[in-house]
């Protein structure tokens, strides 16, 4: 029994397989063989190469892009027993393809960047996709007589044209193939119309800092499409976005991948990895050059406390807007706390519904004009809280209600002056109707004007101590009272305090005897409100530079009833949220650390004191929103973490699947390059393959899967030689794409190659 066939034996069987010995290792090459090459002469600057089928004759073909006469190439399997192609006149010194494939060609008036083969017109025949310049999505729909009709095209000025900025998939999991688009700053899905073709791009504002190529894959094996997404990122090299039930790409999960050069999917592994799964992924790492398989899978514990999945959401529409106020609340009165946040140059309201593991995609719904501040409460009292949004520029409140599966329009209500900002409260814990606060602007001053819920009994009095606009106005009992007190936030000062007398009216806390000077500038995302010393009172804790204070108004003055410190002395804590802790282990104070672009989770130690547990790499985040998010009775409760490009979620002490590295393979040749990866079953032995290209010295590796799974150079061959006249990786590449498939026609995986001007067919034998 072959070699090969044993160890699949062994491989199947068991999971404790042992390692190959170097003989075996060396005896591997003899079970690898190929028929005489395929050579075919094109051009210089062919590109993409993909391996479909273009006919649909069940057997694939070969097509890739020729810039230099700005055309498709087709090379066609032949029928069996066809004829071979006609013979062609040379000119001298010409040297004649090799090989039976035929070769047509497709012109098209557009600079191809990246194309895949798909049916997306719903006719069952294959089509052509690709996006390039003109920034212009294309199909060549696949005519039922042969060949491929004229083009239809859609605009999409956000996409980037760049290799491996589209990718195919059923993407709503409604059987029909669509189209994902990355750009530098959004993601469209052109998702396929029931009766065919692309319809309106789902656009999302992925936040990602330097996208690079994305793939299609089953990542978790629901057998539902999900993208994976490279980014130049040294922390993040991947970005995961799996497709929900609901047949949804709602968020990107960042993971903690090193930089990579290059990605290639494979199909799920089957017992010799343990139990199927979803497809794997086989990467470059960018600074090592070494091949590694991820799996989608739980990390294995390490006994370190690991970083907290994060989700992104993103914003429907990308916005230059650096105020995105955010409110929480049951707007749906599902029983799920919502998240709204606004879009004030859009005149959008974006409603993320609360879902079951975090929140559904962004929806946008019509807002009021620049939009200022927005606030949930259920000001009428029918136990349904509405959406409040504040406009200076209209000079209106608005309110709008969700109604027949929709936020409706903003209704206005009566207001003074040019209102900027906007709170609902009880006067106190037990009080049966709401209050309205909200500060205006009126003939260049402002003024704090209280009153009922519905806007009448309204109290006016000037803040003479304001001069700039303020960022944000919040309901809570500062002084412990047991009645409810405000806290305006104001742009670039300190915020003020206004303490709600027995008469129920607001008096600004000011002057030497408050203490007001120790509050230093903070906006609403540094502020938190929780109960810090058990005593079943909450405070009120401020981000003030590198430290988070827990104050209370005692005495008409205000009182530090503790302090927690960030890990250096120039920490710049922007954001803060408190999460609810076990009984008598105080809540749990999460900062956004914005120099180092940290979490810092700190918790009560056993002498009482609060200090630093744990600090995870999150990002950039300019924050415009940071608060603790109720998930559900079984989730618990993470923190979201908002900036004007993205929405984060972050779900404490949750182990959830990740991309895990499962085995590793690093080249022994010397100054080897490694560039790019094939998979398939090479020799046809039932044991998956890898196709590894060395660009540095022009080479192919073959590396298959021992026994034990390891992934071991079987084969190494170099396809050309030549005088190199720079050692740039940017300089290396003439053996610059290979793919693995059956275009031949025996059932058996050959290896296709684009190099210099040139196809390279190595059939499999």
């Known amino acids: 029994m072959p070699l090969l066939a044993i160890a699949l034996v062994a491989a199947l069987l068991s999971a404790d397989a042992p390692p190959l010995t170097d003989a075996q290792k060396a005896s591997l090459a003899q079970y690898f063989g190929f028929d005489a090459l395929q050579i075919y002469k094109i051009k210089p600057g062919i590109a993409h190469l993909r391996i479909a089928d273009l006919d649909g004759d069940g057997r694939k073909d070969i097509i890739f892009w020729n810039g230099q006469q700005s055309r498709f190439e087709v ?229 370190v406390a690991d970083d907290w999945p994060q989700y992104r959401y993103s914003y429907p529409v990308k916005s230059p807007s650096k105020r995105r106020p955010l409110a929480l609340g049951d707007v749906d009165a599902d029983g799920r706390i919502d998240v709204v946040t606004v879009d004030p140059d859009a005149g959008q309201l974006i409603l993320f519904h609360g879902a079951r593991g975090g929140l559904g995609p962004g929806t946008a719904y019509p807002a009021l004009l620049k939009t200022s501040d927005v606030c949930i409460a259920d000001i009428d009292g029918d136990d349904r809280p509405e959406v409040v949004t504040v406009s200076p520029q209209e000079k209106a409140i608005g309110v709008s209600r969700w109604q027949e599966g929709r936020l409706t329009f903003p209704a206005e209500v009566p207001t003074q002056g040019e209102p900027l900002v906007v709170a609902f409260g ?156 076990a009984a008598g282990a105080g809540p749990t104070l999460v900062m956004y650390e914005r120099k180092a672009r940290d979490l810092l989770v700190q918790k009560r130690k056993a002498e009482g004191t609060y200090g630093v547990v744990q600090s995870m790499p999150v990002g950039s985040f300019d924050v415009t929103g940071m608060e603790s998010l109720p998930l559900g009775s079984e989730e618990g409760v993470g923190v979201l973490l908002a900036d004007p490009d993205k929405v984060a979620l972050l779900v404490p002490d949750q182990r959830v699947p990740t991309l895990v590295e499962k085995q590793t393979y690093q080249s022994d040749a010397k100054d080897a390059w490694l560039a790019d990866t094939a998979i398939g079953d090479v020799n046809h032995d039932g044991i998956r393959d890898v196709v590894v290209v060395d660009a540095g010295k022009a080479a192919l590796e073959i590396v298959t899967s021992a026994p034990d799974g390891a992934l071991v150079r079987a084969l190494r061959f170099q396809v050309f030689q030549g005088k190199r006249f720079s050692d740039s990786p940017d300089m290396r590449g003439q053996l610059r794409e290979v793919l693995v498939g059956d275009v031949t026609g025996d059932g058996h995986d050959d290896i296709v190659l684009l190099v210099h001007d040139r196809l390279i067919v190595y059939p499999a034998q």
């Open 75 to 303: 090379f066609y399997q032949p029928q069996p027993g066809a004829a071979p192609p006609a013979a062609t006149e040379l000119e001298r010194n010409e040297v004649p393809d090799r090989g039976p494939l035929r070769n047509e060609s497709i012109p098209v008036n557009y600079r191809v960047a990246s194309h895949e083969v798909a049916d997306v017109t719903g006719d069952g025949r294959p089509d052509i996709v690709f996006f390039g310049e003109p920034k212009e999505l294309v199909v060549l729909p696949g005519l039922a007589q042969g060949g491929f009709g004229p083009v239809d095209s859609v605009r999409a000025p956000d996409g980037e044209p760049r290799s491996g900025c589209l990718a195919t998939g059923d993407f709503n999991h409604d059987g029909q193939t669509d189209v994902a688009l990355l750009g530098s700053s959004v993601l469209q899905l052109f998702l396929q119309k029931p009766d065919g073709g692309l319809g309106k791009p789902v656009r999302l504002v992925h936040g990602i800092p330097s996208p690079m190529l994305m793939l299609a894959l089953d990542l978790n094996g629901d057998g539902r499409q999900d993208l994976v997404i490279g980014s130049d990122e040294d922390r993040y090299g991947l970005y995961v976005c799996l497709q929900t039930e609901t047949g949804t790409m709602a968020a990107l999960r960042p993971v903690r991948v090193p930089r990579l050069r290059s990605m290639t999917v494979g199909p799920a592994l089957g017992r010799s990895d343990g139990p199927a799964r979803g497809d794997v992924l086989y990467g470059i790492e960018f600074a090592t050059g070494r091949v590694q398989l991820y799996h989608w899978d739980i990390a294995p514990e390490t006994g």
């Open 426 to 581: 009880r006067r106190t814990t037990d009080a049966p109707a709401v209050f309205r606060a909200y500060v205006t602007r009126q003939d260049d001053d402002y003024h704090l004007v209280v009153g009922a819920g519905d806007g009448t009994n309204e109290q006016k009095q000037k803040l003479e101590d304001v001069s700039d606009d303020p960022s944000g106005l919040r309901v809570l009992d500062l002084n412990q009272d047991g009645r409810n007190d405000l806290l305006l936030f104001v742009r670039f000062a300190a915020p003020r305090a206004f303490l709600q007398d027995e008469h129920g009216e607001f008096r600004a806390l000011r002057g030497p005897e408050s203490r007001a000077a120790m509050l230093k500038e903070v906006d609403p995302p540094g502020a938190a409100y929780a109960d810090v010393d058990d005593d079943g009172r909450p405070e009120l804790l401020l981000a003030q530079g590198n430290i988070v204070r827990a104050l209370r108004v005692k005495d008409g003055r205000w009182t530090v009833v503790d302090q927690y410190s960030a890990e250096t002395a120039d920490a710049q804590i922007t954001g803060l949220a408190a999460l609810p802790g």
